[in-house]
């Protein structure tokens, strides 16, 4: 039985998952559409590295049998005087890959790994140890590794070039720190793929900021946690779990000692130690007398691509789209609602702003949820269309964050689940409102369906009722700042 490198990199995040692939592979989740999304962006990023490399022979392979044949098509086109070859296989034993991109260098080789990240990451060192194990098994002495990724200060300013958009970071030594552990490891994951047992399915045993994720999994082929289970403890990870444990604490009830925990978990386990809905009374009457009609709530959807899509913006910058505004104008006043949604392929921003500036005063209170979100896109959209900086700036000096209250746990619930999201305040404090019967739910879903109809393909029949259900969504969650916000003045 052979391991690839994404066997591999399947039993760093847990060993158990790399045995459930190779013997009970139905039990893995399918991958989602925003999954999916951001592997097809990080396809369409490919090329770009690619270019920079002169002469380059890309192989590949589109089913089995030309997956099977590949590492001999590989072999055959250096003996063929290739320079750089992508998308080859090698094998050593029972360990193979296929790499992005190999080069020659004098009497050696540099590999190349090609991620559509802004800079080079732990688990990339970890993968490109495994990659240089198996070239040098194969007989290719290798003498760099490096990654190729996005360069976060990149501006669009007419055609992408790849130059500018790549750069390029030498992990070597970090790879060579690794390459003892990687032939441990590997040795492990052969025994753990030839296995007829699966290893412990322990949830601390999760690694590379997989613990939430090997918690689904898990729910599939085990029995389900005790409901104490600090495994079920908001925002816990894999490292405090596993210290709890070692400490003999495996429910909530028994922990003692939160300092190891987030704020986050700390903030849940004392509102959960209270009992009840804790409300500090001086600081809620502190924060509300700040805000000053006329009140705006508003809130932003927006769009980010690997590929900068208009000019003057940058890899990942999120663009705002979309916004939903509720206005009222003085105290037991109407509610009005106004919005506005892009639905061209042209960069949305001037005409949201246009938009935004007829339907938002230059006075009275703005009002979102979590401020950073929507300041920097005031700051970036400033940045880009410096006409209209002083309003953006204008908006900024009168942006209060209604999630405050909660996040500085003026207002504590356990219902909450530590969290300050509004995704969870609502449902607690407002049951009769949620997002449930939305079909579009949360933020990246409707990134990324936005992106799909208009820019990716505008002819799409959906195309209509995706457009109602952002409305739809957006619309929820100024409305639901309306709603938490009258309960906030009765407290």
């Not at 942006?399 to 449902?427: C, H, N, R, W, Y």
């Not at 409707?446 to 457009?467: C, D, F, G, H």
Request: proline residues 6%.
């Amino acid at each position: 039985m052979q391991i690839s490198k994404s066997d591999y990199m399947l039993f760093l995040r847990h060993p158990a998952w790399l045995w459930i692939k190779k013997h009970q592979k139905h039990l893995l989740p399918p991958i989602d559409p925003s999954l999916q999304s951001r592997f097809d962006e990080g396809h369409a990023f490919e090329p770009y590295a690619e270019a920079l490399f002169p002469n380059l022979v890309r192989l590949g392979f589109s089913d089995f049998s030309s997956y099977q044949s590949l590492t001999t098509l590989t072999s055959e086109t250096w003996q063929a005087g290739a320079k750089a070859v992508a998308q080859g296989r090698y094998e050593d034993g029972q360990i193979t890959c296929i790499t992005d991109i190999v080069s020659r260098n004098g009497d050696g080789y540099v590999l190349t790994e090609i991620k559509s990240s802004t800079s080079a990451k732990i688990e990339h060192t970890f993968d490109l140890a495994f990659q240089r194990l198996v070239l040098e098994g194969a007989g290719m002495p290798i003498l760099r590794c490096e990654v190729a990724h996005v360069n976060r200060s990149f501006r669009k300013n007419g055609q992408i070039a790849p130059e500018e958009l790549v750069t390029i970071t030498d992990i070597s030594e970090e790879v060579e720190n690794q390459i003892e552990n990687t032939r441990r490891w590997v040795d492990q994951a052969l025994s753990v793929a030839k296995s007829n047992t699966m290893p412990d399915p322990a949830p601390e045993r999760a690694r590379l900021k997989s613990y939430h994720e090997w918690l689904e999994i898990r729910a599939k082929i085990t029995p389900t946690l005790c409901p104490e289970s600090i495994h079920l403890l908001p925002f816990i990870n894999a490292k405090q779990a596993s210290a709890l444990i070692k400490e003999g604490i495996t429910s909530i009830d028994d922990v003692d000692d939160p300092t190891i925990l987030s704020k986050s978990t700390r903030r849940y386990l004392t509102s959960r130690s209270q009992g009840s809905q804790i409300v500090d009374h001086d600081a809620l009457d502190r924060f509300l007398g700040e805000i000053t009609y006329p009140i705006y709530y508003l809130d932003y959807e927006t769009s980010q691509s690997l590929l900068p899509q208009w000019e003057g913006t940058r890899p990942y910058q999120q663009v705002p789209f979309q916004y939903s505004l509720h206005v009222q104008r003085e105290p037991d006043g109407d509610i009005e609602h106004h919005e506005y949604l892009h639905r061209e392929e042209s960069n949305p921003i001037p005409a949201l702003l246009k938009n935004l500036r007829k339907d938002i005063g230059d006075v009275g209170s703005i009002l979102v949820w979590y401020e950073p979100f929507e300041k920097t896109r005031n700051t970036e959209m400033a940045e880009a269309f410096p006409e209209h900086k002083a309003f953006l700036f204008n908006l900024n000096e009168r942006v209060i964050d209604l999630m405050q209250p909660f996040s500085d746990e003026t207002i504590t619930d356990p219902a909450f689940m530590g969290s300050s999201s509004i995704k969870k305040v609502l449902p607690a404090l407002v049951p009769e409102l949620a997002y449930d019967d939305l079909d579009i739910k949360e933020g990246a879903s409707a990134s990324r369906l936005w992106k799909e109809v208009t820019m990716i393909n505008p002819e799409a029949q959906e195309r209509l009722k995706v457009y109602a259900n952002l409305v739809d969504y957006c619309t929820r969650d100024t409305w639901a700042m309306v709603a938490i916000h009258g309960v906030m003045k009765e407290m």
